[in-house]
């Protein structure tokens, strides 16, 4: 059990850890942080998706593990049909809303730095999540979540 110092350099060390990796992301405008609370709609909207997924689903898209990075990256940018210029929540630790302000930065270097990540569309339509899954071992994945 965590005492409530424990839990609030917890809490500061989750903060700093977001801002941080954030502050790495070119490409991208960080419009605002959110804390683990801050945005209920957000979290309501992820915790429907994750409860709904299941490792049988198969993935909206998938494209070999042995791809170059420039075709992971277009395939990424068309399959989720992301846009230049446009706002999505970003999933850092935290939850953020960032501006794609480049989006070809932006993506390849997400991509790059985790093999993965996951955007909700500003109007909570859309989770998007690529990445490495044991689903398939042997592809990249993409999972698009409508509501």
Same mark, same amino acid.
């Given at each position: 059990?965590?005492?409530?110092? @424990?839990?609030?350099?917890?809490?500061?060390?989750?903060? @700093?850890?977001? =801002?941080?990796?954030?502050?790495?992301?070119?490409?991208?405008?960080? +419009?605002?942080? %959110?804390?683990?609370?801050?945005?209920?709609?957000?979290?309501?909207?992820?915790?429907?998706?994750?409860?709904?997924?299941?490792?049988? @689903?198969?993935?909206?898209?998938?494209?070999?593990? =042995?791809?170059?990075?420039?075709?992971?990256? /277009?395939?990424?940018?068309?399959?989720?049909?992301? =846009?230049?210029?446009?706002? %999505?929540? %970003?999933?850092?630790?935290?939850?953020?809303?960032?501006?794609?302000?480049?989006?070809?930065?932006?993506?390849?270097?997400?991509?790059?730095?985790?093999?993965?990540? +996951?955007?909700?569309?500003?109007?909570?339509?859309?989770? +998007?999540?690529?990445?490495?899954? /044991?689903?398939?071992?042997?592809?990249? +994945?993409?999972?698009?979540?409508? =509501?």
């Amino acid at each position: 059990m965590m005492t409530e110092r @424990q839990k609030i350099i917890a809490h500061k060390i989750a903060i @700093q850890s977001a =801002k941080n990796k954030l502050k790495r992301i070119p490409g991208i405008a960080v +419009l605002e942080l %959110y804390e683990e609370d801050e945005n209920l709609a957000l979290n309501e909207c992820y915790s429907i998706y994750y409860d709904s997924f299941g490792y049988d @689903q198969k993935p909206y898209s998938r494209l070999s593990y =042995k791809s170059p990075e420039e075709k992971v990256c /277009s395939w990424i940018i068309d399959t989720m049909n992301l =846009k230049e210029h446009r706002e %999505y929540y %970003y999933f850092c630790g935290l939850w953020s809303k960032i501006e794609m302000v480049d989006l070809v930065c932006a993506v390849s270097f997400l991509w790059r730095e985790d093999h993965g990540f +996951l955007l909700v569309d500003i109007d909570f339509s859309r989770i +998007l999540e690529c990445g490495l899954d /044991s689903r398939d071992e042997e592809h990249f +994945l993409i999972d698009i979540w409508e =509501k």
